[in-house]
């Protein structure tokens, strides 16, 4: 691979951008464009406008997907004439920003091969016509697919036929050292939702939560568990810290990627870069990566959660070898140096 370029489609997160930065520690040449950052299309959001319309009044949705890709083309096809890829590696969809078959031919005018990171298809699920048009007008597109999930990534294979591989994700290594006291008992990071909600009911007097949109879930949450969030988002070095100072890092899968019985997001990896005890939702895939019980914890019921919560407070010493264990099979196969340089060895 002589040249990798990077159009992230998922620029909210840092995914790609960490991905670009570990390219530059295995030595890779590769340059990052974020796709939300180009020039929109003239009239884009008139265009737009007209198509809610169009889909308010005929009830259907099917054609929406086509044309309100937003970026201008040509904004895309400037940055692909002045990087010189090898390689395009797409993370998580283009649609959005421009017409699949588009950045096809432009990848073939520019004799690069093309490949998509999928970082999230199961966040589709709930959009019946939108998932079927990214499988029927994108992902036919590219040389390889990289997913996330093995579920998906079987999928794609058997079902459509499609070139995939089972690539999971990776994280940055934790550079500052942990010298906090763990004055946290079970660190939960993220979003509310109702499966959530549910599960955390059952550890309620023991958990601290992170993350937004827990205020508008406050009618439907016990008195005692509200009272233990903080209602705002964390990422970075504030995350981290969190960690540093938390006994045990709790993981609980979004509900549609949970529902295919696959999950392995970010927040596992980033756990294990920072040297903490996860306890995380099983699912076989995970089994597959880490061995349950000596590198990490699972729980498959609210039952079994307050269990191992339990149990594992009480056993410090277990607890810091699970964690020690976790971490060192992070470093050893999971940061994004490692991942990065084991996609070059796959699409050179």
Excluded at 183 to 196: A, E, H, M, N, W
Excluded at 261 to 290: P, Q, W
Excluded at 305 to 315: I, N, P, S
Aim: glycine share 4%; proline share 3%.
């Amino acid at each position: 691979m002589k040249k990798l370029l990077i159009l992230d489609g998922l620029s909210e997160l840092s995914l790609a951008k960490d991905f670009y930065q570990g390219s530059v520690l295995a030595h890779i040449d590769a340059e990052y464009c974020d796709l939300a950052s180009l020039p929109k299309k003239r009239f884009y959001f008139l265009f737009k406008f007209i198509n809610k319309l169009k889909s308010t009044f005929s009830g259907s949705r099917k054609s929406d997907f086509v044309k309100l890709s937003k970026t201008d083309p040509h904004a895309i096809e400037k940055v692909i004439t002045a990087s010189i890829p090898t390689h395009i590696l797409v993370f998580r969809y283009a649609y959005k920003f421009i017409k699949p078959d588009v950045l096809k031919k432009l990848a073939k005018a520019s004799n690069c091969k093309i490949y998509l990171y999928d970082t999230d298809s199961c966040n589709l699920f709930p959009n019946q016509n939108e998932f079927i048009y990214f499988i029927e007008n994108e992902l036919v597109i590219y040389d390889e697919i990289f997913s996330f999930s093995k579920v998906a990534t079987d999928f794609f294979i058997k079902t459509r036929n499609l070139p995939a591989t089972y690539f999971p994700y990776g994280s940055n290594p934790i550079t500052k050292a942990n010298t906090a006291a763990k004055t946290i008992d079970v660190l939960f990071v993220g979003r509310s939702s109702f499966r959530r909600i549910f599960l955390l009911e059952y550890i309620k007097d023991k958990v601290s939560i992170y993350g937004n949109r827990w205020n508008k879930s406050y009618p439907v949450i016990s008195s005692d568990l509200k009272g233990q969030v903080v209602n705002k988002t964390v990422w970075g070095n504030e995350l981290t810290d969190l960690m540093f100072q938390s006994k045990i890092v709790l993981n609980i899968t979004n509900s549609n990627f949970y529902c295919v019985e696959t999950g392995l997001n970010l927040r596992i990896f980033e756990v294990l870069a920072a040297g903490g005890f996860l306890l995380t939702d099983h699912y076989e895939e995970i089994s597959d990566l880490f061995e349950i019980g000596k590198e990490i914890e699972t729980y498959s019921s609210g039952k079994e959660l307050k269990e191992k919560v339990e149990y594992y407070l009480a056993h410090e010493e277990e607890r810091e070898r699970i964690a020690a264990a976790g971490k060192k099979k992070f470093y050893e196969l999971y940061t994004w140096e490692r991942r990065v340089k084991n996609f070059a060895e796959k699409v050179s």
